[in-house]
C-alpha cells in the first residue's frame, strides 16, 4: 500500500512539473506571437518613463515642461526602475510580465488546493487558454492587474477574513488603481466582502470598523498621487484628472452604429463616407470647436488632445454629448451593454502572427471559458462558501466597463479567476453526472 501510494505522489510530481513547464512554454510563445509588444499606450509610457528619468513627470510641449494628466504613475514608474534605473533591456520587461503571469496562475491553483477543490481541471483550461498570457506580452500595465486582482481575490475569500488580510487587499487596490485608474472602486467591494462576511457574526460597529479598513489603506496608497494632482492640477484627485469616461461614453454610443475599422479611421485623420453621413463628423467638428479643440481630433480618446486642459474639457464636453445620444436612442445602448456581457471576454481581433485555425479554435475556447466560467461564478456566488467573495472580484471589472466601449482588454486581469471559475463549473457538472441528478444540498447552497 505504501509502495502504491508513492507511486502515486511521485506521478502527480511529475505531472506538476510537466504543468509549469507548459506554462513557461506557454508564456514563450506569447512573447514571441506579441513581438514587438507595443500597443496603444505602449508609447506613451515609455515616454513618461523617460521624463521620470529627467526629472518630472509628463511631457515637454512648446519647449515648456507640462505635466501628464491622463494617466497614472504606477507602469511608468516601473518602466523607468527596469529600463534606466536598472539598465535593462525592453525584453526583460516582457519576461517579468510573463512571470507575474504564472505567479497568478500559481496562486489560483494554491487557493483551489486549500479549499479541497481538484485543481487539475483549471491547469488543464490553463493551457488551452492563452488570453491572458497574450494580454500580459504588452508594454501594458495588464500583467501587474491581473496578478494584483488575484491577490485580492484569495485574501477576501479566505476562511478568516482577518484585519490584516482587509488591510493588504486594500493596499494592494490602492497600488493596482495607480497602475489601472479603472480599479478605484476596488476597495468598496473588499468593504463589501466584509460586511457581507461579519453580518451574522459582529456587531454594527465592529462590521463597519472592519469595512473601512481595506478603503482606509487604499486611500493611503493614493494619498501622494492625490496631492501630486492637487500641487500640478489644483486638483485633489486619486486618479488622473483628464478621466476618460467621458470619451468612452460617447464611443460606446457610436459602436455597432459604425464599423470599427471608420471609427478607427478618425485617429488618423481619415474620415470615410460612412462616417460622414452617419453624422458623426459633423458632430465632432461642432463639440470639437466648442472648446477650442481641432475639429478633426478623434475625441474618443483624450490623448487625442495635445495639452492637459483639452483633455480636460473633451471629457466633461463628450460625457454631456454621450448623455444626449443615450437619452435619444436609449435601445441601442442598452443593447450594446448588454452585448459587452460577452464582449469584454471575448476578442474579436487577433493578432496576424496566429494562423486563421488557430484563431478558430481559440475563439471557440474563449467562448467555452466564459459558459463554464459565468455558471461557475453563479455556483460560487449561491455556495455560502467563501470562495464566492473572489466571484465577485472577478466580476468587477466587467461591471466597471459594462456601459463604456468595448474593449476585451479590461477583463484581461480577471482571465486567471475566470478559468478557476471554469474549473469549478465543469468538476459540479461531473459530480452531478456521477450521482445522476442536479442539486442542491440540504443547506440550500450549491455543492461545489
Known amino acids: 500500500m505504501k509502495q502504491q501510494t508513492s507511486v502515486q505522489v511521485g506521478h502527480n510530481r511529475t505531472l506538476t512539473r510537466l504543468f509549469w513547464v507548459a506554462m513557461a512554454a506557454q508564456a514563450i510563445l506569447a512573447i514571441f506571437v506579441m513581438k514587438p509588444w507595443l500597443t496603444g499606450d505602449s508609447r506613451f509610457y515609455l515616454g513618461l518613463a523617460q521624463s ?5 513627470y509628463g511631457w515637454v510641449q512648446g519647449g515648456q515642461q507640462q505635466a501628464d494628466a491622463l494617466r497614472p504613475p504606477g507602469y511608468p514608474l516601473v518602466l523607468w526602475l527596469l529600463l534606466h534605473r536598472l539598465h535593462l533591456a525592453l525584453p526583460s520587461v516582457i519576461v517579468l510580465q510573463m512571470a507575474l503571469y504564472i505567479a497568478s496562475i500559481w496562486l489560483m491553483v494554491r487557493r483551489l488546493d486549500q479549499e479541497g477543490i481538484s485543481s487539475s481541471t483549471f491547469r488543464l483550461l490553463a493551457l488551452i487558454y492563452p488570453f491572458g498570457a497574450l494580454y500580459c506580452a504588452f508594454v ?124 478607427n479611421a478618425l485617429y488618423e485623420g481619415v474620415v470615410t463616407k460612412q462616417a460622414a453621413e452617419s453624422g458623426l463628423v459633423g458632430e465632432m467638428r461642432q463639440l470639437n470647436s466648442s472648446f477650442g479643440a481641432p475639429p478633426l481630433t478623434a475625441p474618443f480618446n483624450p490623448a487625442a488632445y495635445a495639452t492637459a486642459q483639452l483633455q480636460e474639457q473633451s471629457s466633461e464636453v463628450y460625457l454631456q454629448a454621450a448623455e444626449r445620444r443615450i437619452a435619444a436612442d436609449p435601445v441601442h445602448y442598452a443593447t450594446h451593454v448588454l452585448t459587452n ?108
Not at 52 to 56: A, K, P
Not at 342 to 356: E, F, Q
Not at 358 to 370: F, T, Y
Open 341 to 448: 456581457v460577452w464582449a469584454l471576454w471575448n476578442s474579436s481581433i487577433y493578432p496576424p502572427a496566429i494562423p486563421a485555425i488557430g484563431q478558430w479554435a481559440m475563439k471557440l475556447v474563449s467562448g467555452l471559458v466564459w459558459l463554464a466560467g459565468g455558471a461557475g461564478l453563479l455556483l460560487a456566488l449561491f455556495s455560502r462558501r467563501p470562495i464566492g467573495a473572489a466571484a465577485l472580484v472577478t466580476l468587477y471589472p466587467m461591471v466597471v466597463h459594462l456601459p463604456l466601449h468595448t474593449e476585451a482588454r479590461y477583463t484581461a486581469a480577471a482571465r486567471p479567476l475566470l478559468l478557476m471559475f471554469a474549473s469549478i463549473a465543469v468538476l459540479w457538472l461531473v459530480r452531478c453526472y456521477r450521482e445522476g441528478r442536479l442539486q442542491l444540498s440540504g443547506e440550500k447552497s450549491v455543492r461545489i
Open 52 to 56: 521620470i528619468e529627467n526629472g518630472f
Open 140 to 263: 501594458m500595465a495588464e500583467a501587474w492587474a491581473t496578478l494584483a486582482l488575484t491577490g485580492i481575490a484569495v485574501l477576501v475569500s479566505s476562511r478568516q477574513l482577518t484585519v490584516a488580510r482587509l488591510l493588504i487587499s486594500g493596499a494592494i487596490a490602492g497600488l493596482i488603481t495607480l497602475f489601472r485608474s479603472d480599479m478605484l472602486l476596488l476597495p468598496l467591494v473588499i468593504a463589501f466582502v466584509a460586511i457581507a462576511r461579519d453580518w451574522r457574526s459582529k456587531r454594527v460597529p465592529a462590521i463597519l470598523g472592519r469595512a473601512v479598513v481595506p478603503v482606509l489603506a487604499a486611500a493611503a496608497m493614493l494619498a501622494p498621487y492625490a496631492a501630486w494632482n492637487s500641487s500640478n492640477f489644483n486638483r485633489f484627485s486619486p486618479i488622473p484628472v483628464a478621466s476618460a469616461v467621458g470619451n468612452s461614453l460617447y464611443l460606446a454610443s457610436w459602436q455597432g452604429k459604425l464599423p470599427l475599422a471608420d471609427l
